[in-house]
């Protein structure tokens, strides 16, 4: 992955394009073991980076699968399969432990794997096998079955899964069959159990179990392919998987909020409305792209920076998106209601300005990201709700449709980032920073304020802006014991001002 850059082609191709991926030879080493990083070279390699690059927020971690393959065996019984697979999580949980414990605020995600395909591979080349870089392993193996080794690979992602849900700064997307999913078996298998079926139809996330990961998904040297590591095509789908399921909604800032759906859709200057998420123009008929956000559940009463996510889904004649994009904003709806009508075209908006179009429009199922100029920020309120008009001026013959708001994970997306809050005073200081200590905290956190201020109210939200504890009145102690385990956005009003922070509660 880092060889290929997978991670920051698919973050850009997700709207990203502002993230990117770190890794060297001392990190990326290939044939590493767990234990290896539990050593001197690797720890310190890994201390360095994360105390001297705070804007790290995650680290992507793919340990533990040469363990396996190095020291499992078809012969090996039940007590030692247990054994070894509890030997190489608790070898994980320490790199873990120590990645935290150098910066306990970044988010660890461990990939996981997907199945391998010796025995395929490998008899491919017959009867040349022996002279495979991967027949080795597999004989020190055993010559396992795909059945085999892909029960020990679930078995032990299983364990990793369980694990990251005790963890709120661990994650792992769970997808061994993810190859099958994506690929297919388009050519029948050319060993046991043989058959082939198609792209998309494997069920995620086990997939097939006694079937490899397709022989096509892995990577190609030319006279003969891994029977490990997948091929760049392959990492981008388990990347891709991982954006979706993980990056997407992981990157975003402080709050994101998804469209309305009910109050999305397209009208057109010849007065055509319709629900499908359109923007271009064809012929002389332009078409605007209307969202609607629920901006009334903001955690923040003050936006210093905002972002619309669209996917693409299809495109009709000519690609019309360039590097901007016309966007008009309204706190409140268009046309007095938030319904999408005729009307709604030529209403006045309470701003509008030309903001910068970033992320991709290649291919269905890429991202672009709307910067918003700092203009329209003043009319994202708490208050209100908020409608969004999108247009290309000038497009022509050429029709973009995005993804609406039936999926979750491919609705259109605000991305909120929350500026410093003073309003008790014009010249207050701002005290978001440092209010709460510890942070990450097991429940009880201190509330470091300046001096002289009272405590007014506090409110925890959780991160869909939903309030989850309130507390009025003075005192610079407050208990989040009685919440789950995750991430916290704490708000304190004061005399002097208020102030907002993320709060982990383990």
Request: net charge negative; proline share 6%; aromatic share 10%.
């Amino acid at each position: 992955m880092g060889v290929d850059q997978t991670i920051n082609e698919v973050l850009a191709k997700w709207g990203h394009s502002g993230y990117r991926y770190y890794t060297n030879l001392t990190l990326a080493e290939n044939g590493a073991e767990t234990d290896d990083f539990l050593g001197m070279d690797k720890q310190a390699e890994i201390t360095d980076q994360l105390l001297n690059d705070p804007d790290i927020s995650v680290v992507h971690l793919s340990i533990g699968g040469n363990d396996v393959l190095g020291d499992w065996n078809v012969g090996f019984t039940t007590a030692q399969t247990d054994s070894l697979k509890q030997a190489v999580f608790q070898r994980l949980h320490q790199v873990i432990t120590f990645i935290l414990g150098v910066r306990p605020d970044v988010q660890v995600l461990w990939s996981g794997y997907m199945y391998p395909n010796f025995e395929e591979v490998i008899e491919d080349i017959a009867p040349l096998q022996t002279i495979h870089p991967f027949y080795g392993t597999w004989q020190d193996m055993g010559f396992p079955s795909f059945a085999q080794l892909n029960a020990i690979l679930n078995d032990f992602s299983g364990l990793m899964e369980a694990y990251a849900d005790t963890m709120d700064r661990v994650s792992f997307v769970n997808a061994t069959g993810l190859m099958q999913h994506t690929f297919g078996q388009a050519d029948p298998l050319g060993v046991a159990p043989g058959g082939s079926y198609p792209a998309l139809e494997a069920p995620l996330p086990l997939g097939y179990v006694d079937y490899p990961s397709p022989k096509s998904s892995m990577r190609n040297y030319g006279l003969t392919r891994d029977c490990f590591h997948l091929s760049a095509g392959g990492y981008r789908d388990m990347v891709d998987h991982h954006a979706r399921r993980f990056y997407h909604k992981y990157l975003m800032d402080d709050q994101y909020l998804l469209s309305s759906g009910t109050f999305d859709g397209t009208v057109t200057t010849a007065g055509t409305v319709s629900p499908a998420l359109q923007l271009g123009a064809m012929g002389t008929e332009q078409h605007g792209l209307v969202l609607t956000f629920p901006t009334s559940t903001m955690t923040g009463a003050l936006v210093g920076g905002a972002s619309i996510f669209l996917r693409r889904t299809a495109l009709t004649g000519n690609n019309p998106i360039g590097g901007t994009v016309e966007v008009k904003v309204k706190s409140g709806g268009f046309g007095g209601d938030f319904v999408v009508e005729a009307a709604d075209i030529t209403d006045v908006p309470d701003a509008s300005a030309t903001a910068c179009r970033f992320g991709s429009t290649a291919g269905n199922g890429h991202w672009i990201r709307i910067d918003l100029p700092a203009n329209l920020l003043p009319y994202v309120q708490q208050t209100e709700d908020t409608q969004f008009i999108l247009s290309v001026p000038g497009a022509a013959d050429g029709v973009v449709t995005f993804h609406d708001a039936s999926d979750p994970e491919f609705a259109p997306v605000l991305n909120l980032r929350f500026a410093d809050i003073v309003t008790d005073a014009d010249d207050a200081p701002s005290i978001r920073f440092g209010t709460a200590f510890p942070n990450p905290t097991t429940g009880p956190i201190d509330l470091a304020l300046p001096e002289g201020s009272t405590v007014l109210d506090v409110q925890v939200h959780d991160l869909t802006g939903r309030m989850v504890l309130q507390r009025t009145g003075d005192g610079r102690m407050l208990d989040l014991s009685g919440l789950p385990t995750g991430q916290y956005l704490l708000l304190v009003r004061t005399t002097t001002g208020r102030s907002m922070q993320r709060v982990v509660k383990w």
